[in-house]
C-alpha cells in the first residue's frame, strides 16, 4: 500500500490546493495615497496581502516606513505607488504647457475645439503688474480676446452658409459641429495668457519632480503653481462626495520637494556657450514644416547637438546643428558635454536633453497650438525651443482653406476677415515689444498661439507610427494633421519600407466639415 505522504501526492490536482489560500482580485478605494503605496510596497518585504496590510496601518505607520525606505534608504519607486488627483483651474496656457510637460504624465486640459474661451479671462502677470506695461498688456491681452470673440461669431456664419445641413442632423448638432470648426481657427488668436484647465492623476514620483520644476521656474505663475501643488499635497483633500475629515493627500513623499539650481545654472551657460558656437550658421531655416534629422552613429554629438538646439535663441533647425556640430572639433564636443552635466547634484536627475540613442528624430516648427495637441505624446521625447515671435506666425490663407474648407475660406477672406486676423496678432507683436523692456517675461503671454515654435520629437519606430495614424485622422485639427502628415512624408523618403504599414490620412483629401 502507498505510504501517505505517496498517497498525498497523488491526490487529484485541486485537492492539493486546498491548503494555499484561494485566488482574490480586488479593487481598492478610499485609502490616502500613502497608505496605498505603503500596503503595495509591501508585497516585496513580506507575505500578507493588501487588504491585511491596509487594516493593521495608520498614517503615523506609514510615514515611519517612507521615511525609512523613501528618503534614507532611496527607494524612491515606492512613489510610484502613490496616485494622486489634482485639479488646477483658472491657470495660463502658458503655465498649463510646463505643469503637463512630464514623460509619465496623466490629464487633460480644457479644450481649445469644444469650448469658447471669451468668458475665461486671462493671466496678469505680477512681472508686469504695476509697472508702466501693465495698461498695455491690459489693453493688449482684451484686444486678442475681442477679435477671438468676432472671429469665432464670424467665421461660424460663413461656414454656415457654405454648408448645408443635412437631414438627419438636428440644428444643434449642426451649429455644435460647425462651431468646432470656427473654434480651429480663432483659437489662434488666444495669447498664452488665456485661462484654461488642467485635472491631472499622477505618481508621487512624477508630482514630486513636477513641483520641483515648477519652483524653479523663472516665471512667477509657475512657482505659485508648484508651490499650491506642494500645499495641496500637505493638507486634507476635498472630498465632494463625503463630509468626513480626510487625511493630508501625500504629507510625507512630497514634503521635501523644492527646486534645484541644476537646470537653471545649465542653461544660462548653455545658452552663452550656444550663441557663440552657432553664431557662424547665420539665420534659421523656415523652409520646413518637418525635416528628419539625421540618425547619427556617435550618442555623444547627437546629445550635444541636442543640447545647442534645445538653448539656441536664434531657432535654427535641427539639420543646420547637426551639420556644425559633426565638424566639430573633439574637444568642443566634450566641452559642451561636461558643461551640461558638472553642476548636477546628488538627488538631480539627468537632463531631458540627455536622452539619446533615439533612431528618428523629428524637427518640426508648428503653432503653438497645434504644440499643444502634439505635447500629449509621452512615449516621445520631447525638447522645445525657447519661445520667439521670430518664426512668425502661421499666414491667414494656410489657416481659413485648411479649417473652413475652399468655399467658406474664400468667403470668409473675401469678407476681410484675413486682415483682421493679420492686424490682432500684429499689434500683441508691437504690444510684446514696448512690454519687454521693463517685463521680459510678461511679454511672452502675449503670444498668440498662431505664432509658430520650434520643437524636436525624438522617438522608435512604433511611436511614429501611432502619431501619424492618430493625428492624421480626417476630424483632427488640420494644423497637427499638416505636422503628421510630413512626419510620414519624411519617414517615407528616407525608409519606404518602415512607411508601408503605417495607415496615414492625406490631409489634403476631401474634408468633410461635419465629421468630428
Not at 483682421?420 to 523692456?437: F, M, N
Request: aromatic residues 8%.
Amino acid at each position: 500500500m502507498p505510504t501517505p505522504a505517496a498517497s498525498t501526492r497523488s491526490t487529484p490536482p485541486e485537492h492539493a490546493q486546498a491548503a494555499y489560500p484561494p485566488r482574490r482580485i480586488y479593487s481598492v478605494v478610499g485609502v490616502p495615497p500613502e497608505i496605498q503605496a505603503y500596503a503595495l510596497a509591501k508585497y516585496s518585504r513580506s507575505s500578507q496581502g493588501m487588504l491585511e496590510a491596509i487594516q493593521e496601518l495608520s498614517a503615523q505607520k506609514a510615514e515611519q516606513f517612507l521615511n525609512t525606505f523613501y528618503f534614507q534608504y532611496g527607494h524612491r519607486s515606492i512613489a510610484d505607488l502613490a496616485h494622486l488627483v489634482f485639479g488646477l483651474e483658472q491657470i495660463s496656457i502658458l503655465a498649463a504647457i510646463a505643469v503637463v510637460d512630464e514623460p509619465v504624465w496623466d490629464g487633460q486640459e480644457r479644450s481649445t475645439r469644444y469650448q469658447p474661451f471669451h468668458k475665461t479671462g486671462w493671466h496678469l502677470p505680477s512681472e508686469v503688474a504695476g509697472t508702466p506695461a501693465e495698461a498695455t498688456f491690459v489693453r493688449t491681452a482684451e484686444g486678442l480676446f475681442a477679435a477671438y470673440d468676432g472671429l469665432s461669431a464670424a467665421l461660424l456664419e460663413h461656414l454656415i452658409d457654405a454648408v448645408p445641413r443635412p437631414a438627419e442632423l438636428s440644428e444643434g448638432d449642426y451649429r455644435r459641429t460647425l462651431r468646432a470648426r470656427a473654434f480651429d481657427v480663432a483659437r489662434s488668436l488666444l495669447p498664452l495668457a488665456t485661462h484654461t484647465s488642467v485635472g491631472q492623476i499622477v505618481s508621487a514620483r512624477v508630482l514630486e519632480r513636477q513641483i520641483g520644476r515648477l519652483l524653479g521656474s523663472p516665471y512667477a505663475e509657475m512657482r505659485a503653481v508648484g508651490g499650491e501643488l506642494k500645499a495641496a499635497c500637505l493638507a486634507p483633500p476635498s472630498a465632494p462626495l463625503s463630509d468626513d475629515p480626510q487625511p493630508p493627500a501625500a504629507p510625507t513623499l512630497v514634503k521635501y520637494a523644492e527646486p534645484s539650481d541644476f537646470p537653471s545654472r545649465v542653461a544660462a551657460e548653455l545658452t552663452a556657450a550656444t550663441a557663440e558656437l552657432l553664431r557662424p550658421l547665420g539665420a534659421p531655416d523656415r523652409s520646413a514644416l518637418v525635416e528628419l534629422g539625421e540618425a547619427g552613429a556617435d550618442p555623444l554629438r547627437e546629445i550635444v547637438a541636442t543640447l545647442l538646439y534645445r538653448h539656441d535663441l536664434g531657432g535654427r533647425s535641427f539639420r543646420q546643428i547637426q551639420e556644425l556640430v559633426a565638424n566639430l572639433p573633439q574637444a568642443r564636443i566634450d566641452e559642451v558635454f561636461d558643461l551640461s552635466t558638472r553642476a548636477r547634484g546628488r538627488h538631480d536627475d539627468l537632463l531631458r536633453e540627455h536622452r539619446g540613442g533615439y533612431a528618428l528624430a523629428f524637427d518640426v516648427l508648428v503653432d503653438l497650438g497645434s504644440f499643444r495637441d502634439l505635447h500629449r505624446h509621452r512615449r516621445c521625447v520631447q525638447v522645445q525651443q525657447p519661445l520667439t515671435w521670430s518664426h512668425a506666425f502661421e499666414p491667414p490663407e494656410t489657416v481659413f482653406d485648411n479649417g473652413l474648407g475652399s468655399r467658406a475660406a474664400l468667403s470668409a477672406l473675401e469678407g476681410g476677415l484675413a486682415e483682421a486676423y493679420v492686424e490682432a496678432l500684429l499689434k500683441a507683436e508691437q504690444a510684446a515689444d514696448l512690454v519687454r523692456p521693463s517685463a521680459p517675461l510678461a511679454a511672452e503671454y502675449l503670444q498668440p498661439l498662431a505664432y509658430r515654435t520650434r520643437c524636436l520629437f525624438k522617438m522608435d519606430w512604433s511611436e511614429a507610427a501611432y502619431i501619424v495614424e492618430q493625428r492624421t485622422q480626417s476630424q483632427g485639427h488640420f494644423s497637427y494633421r499638416r505636422v503628421a502628415w510630413g512626419m510620414y512624408e519624411a519617414l517615407r523618403a528616407r525608409y519606404p519600407k518602415l512607411a508601408e504599414p503605417i495607415r496615414a490620412t492625406d490631409p489634403d483629401g476631401p474634408l468633410d466639415l461635419l465629421r468630428r
